[in-house]
């Protein structure tokens, strides 16, 4: 065996970020050996079980270290590794971000900018997306909150085929606001 700055040449450690127990890293007194066919070895010492994982050319990797007694695998672990952060790479790629778009009115907006809006909040829900609907008040529209309240019954009344009511309309400040979700397909 080739020793380089003294270490083994066939044992492998693991990354520094990564949290695995591989090889020289298992520091059990006993393990539960599984082989790379999935065969069970049995119960032996964590060294032999090193022994048997370098005469394969294979790495040991820790599967349950809670486990009494752990048990480990003879892998090739950075195969291991490199399925793993495939797996990972496609979760991610399928999922799906729901982000939050906002539509502003006030309560005195005509009657075709309403529609306007509530056409852009549909094309929003239709994508999937989450719409907070924001009706402000300015200066004295603050002693008439019920036009404001029916501007925003109006709106969602235009949008209500696509959507159904997640927050329902609450006064926070000079806003009255609502959140709308997208329907279940």
Known sequence: ???IQGQPQGSKKPNKDNKDLVNDAVRFPQVLLIGPNGEQLGVMSAREAQLKANSMDLDLFCVAPGANPPVCKIINYSRYRFEQQ???KEAKRNQKIVEIKEVQLTPQ???HDLLT???HATRFLQEGNKVKVGVRFKGRQMT???VGEKTMDNFISLVSEYCTIEKSATME???LFAVLAPKKK
């Open 1 to 3: 065996m080739i020793i």
């Open 86 to 88: 495939k797996k990972a």
């Open 109 to 111: 907006i005509g009657q």
């Open 117 to 119: 809006k509530a056409r």
């Open 144 to 146: 008439h909150i019920d």
């Open 173 to 175: 400040g000079k806003w």
